[in-house]
């Protein structure tokens, strides 16, 4: 069973700064690893996948990067709008969210 | 436009069943491995079990195996979850989610969800 840990828990940061969010596995997944948006009381939105592809529509400033067990997602250039908690999840062993990370702004 | 619906979520007492139903709509449904992901009350995201396009294949998460399966509808275009056997830990917002054709595994449309709440 692959694990999935994010950090930190909890990040705040003013608009127009540019944040880093981890994603660790407890082994490789490769570069099996997606990151997902969610907002309070919506689904969740894919952002990333095979770590540093943005999904359709997702802004540049949201970019991937990693392989193995050690991923990044970056926000360059916060919005408001970027409130949210942002999950990583691996596909490389079945499938398993890591436990989010939210974002304050 | 890409639209996911889910429906039939419930109040259900411990040890009862429950089907929810995913309607879908504005892709070849028949191309797409199909997946049931939950959120419970305050916590994160557990995939719970997907099925193959063509219904032939499923697979599930280990706390739910047993007691779920999941089935589709090519005709109709829809997804099911069929739930036996009831737990609190249960409790949670059911998701319908698209796996991509670009990278299986990964859930690339989300329905809005369904509330299944377990308890006496």
């Known amino acids: 069973e692959i694990v999935m840990t994010q950090s930190p828990a909890t990040l705040s940061a003013s608009p127009g700064e540019g944040v880093t969010l981890s994603c660790r596995a407890s082994?490789?997944?490769?570069?099996?690893l997606a990151w997902y948006q969610q907002k309070p009381g919506q689904a969740p939105r894919l952002l990333i996948y095979g770590a540093s592809m943005r999904a359709t529509g997702i802004p540049a400033r949201f970019s991937g990067s990693g392989s193995g067990t050690e991923f990044t997602l970056t926000i360059s250039s916060l919005q408001s709008e970027d409130s949210a908690i942002y999950y990583c999840?691996?596909?490389?062993?079945?499938?398993?969210f890591g436990q989010g990370t939210k974002v304050e702004i | 436009e890409v639209q996911l619906v889910e429906s039939g979520g419930d109040f259900v007492q411990p040890g009862g069943s429950l089907r929810l139903s995913c309607a879908t709509s504005g892709f070849p449904f028949t191309e797409y491995e199909m997946n049931w992901v939950r959120q419970a009350p305050g916590q994160g995201l557990e995939w719970v079990l997907n099925i193959s396009s063509s219904g032939t294949s499923m697979n599930s998460a280990d706390s739910v195996k047993g007691r779920f399966t999941i089935s589709r509808d090519n005709a109709q275009k829809s997804l099911y979850l069929h739930m036996n056997n009831l737990r609190g830990e249960d409790t949670a917002i059911y998701y319908c989610t698209r796996s991509s054709l670009m990278a299986g595994g990964v859930f690339d449309v989300w329905g809005q969800g369904t509330m299944v709440t377990v308890s006496s």
């Open positions: 082994q490789s997944v490769y570069s099996n």
């Open positions: 999840q691996q596909y490389s062993s079945w499938r398993r």
